[in-house]
């Protein structure tokens, strides 16, 4: 059981590139999360989705689209990407949003925009 | 909008202490609340989760209570080790969002 994976692991990007981060899960979950985490803010919402086909705005949207059109599989783009844009992602799901259920995360992925 | 805030920011004590960390949130209509540990360039783990009808919940040495009326939750760490070292963060869950505190770094002198 894999739980959560994220793909790449490190990326480097030159101002302007695009770039798609992939999570997939296999629990099965409803719910999925993007969040990013830099030095003295933690950990901040970007996007989620309450289920397949569905996605909804986090605390700091801006400059990143997703798209769930797998229940397994959650993704985060960067259209133009900005040195602003330099972190530590991570990905989450939980099997629902109730009162009974734990969110798993994935180990991140390094990006950084130069 | 939910803000979580966690004191003390940083925490060094000496091996075999018991500690507490602490936790409010400014949104009581939560959901459950989970506390996650990091290690240093890795994920999170998750360590507990309190439902909003739970007082507190037990896992070995740790334990975590919850007061959803004030807006507040402690993890209590009992016996404190060196591998108990890492960044500890509490999670509140309100409608459907997880919003994360900026963590508590812990460190145990052996």
């Known amino acids: 059981n894999a739980g959560v994976t994220q793909t790449p692991k490190f990326r480097v990007l030159k101002t302007g590139q695009s770039m798609t981060l992939l999570c997939a899960q296999d629990?099965?979950?409803?719910?999925m999360y993007w969040y990013r985490q830099d030095p003295g803010m933690g950990l901040r919402l970007i996007h989620y989705?309450?289920?397949?086909?569905?996605?909804a705005k986090g605390e700091v949207p801006d400059g990143y689209n997703v798209s769930r059109l797998k229940k397994q599989n959650f993704l985060l783009g960067l259209e133009s990407a900005a040195p602003s844009q330099t972190s530590v992602y991570f990905c989450?799901?939980?099997?629902?949003?109730?009162?009974?259920?734990?969110?798993?995360f994935g180990q991140g992925t390094r990006l950084t925009v130069v | 909008k939910q803000e979580v805030t966690q004191i003390p920011a940083a925490l060094s004590v000496p091996e075999g202490e018991n500690l507490v960390l602490n936790c409010s949130f400014t949104?009581?209509?939560?959901?459950?609340l989970q506390w996650f540990r990091q290690d240093p360039g890795k994920g999170l783990t998750s360590l507990l989760l309190?439902?909003?009808?739970?007082r507190e919940q037990t896992s070995g040495r740790l334990n975590a209570s919850l007061d959803k009326s004030s807006g507040r939750s402690t993890l209590y760490i009992a016996a404190s080790q060196p591998g108990d070292s890492a960044t500890y963060l509490c999670?509140?869950?309100?409608?459907?969002?997880?919003?994360f505190g900026k963590g508590t770094r812990l460190h145990i002198l052996p």
């Open positions: 989450a799901s939980s099997l629902t949003g109730g009162r009974d259920t734990e969110a798993f």
């Open positions: 629990m099965n979950h409803e719910y």
């Open positions: 989705s309450v289920g397949e086909g569905t996605t």
């Open positions: 949104d009581s209509a939560i959901y459950n």
């Open positions: 309190i439902q909003s009808s739970q």
């Open positions: 999670a509140p869950n309100r409608d459907d969002k997880i919003i």
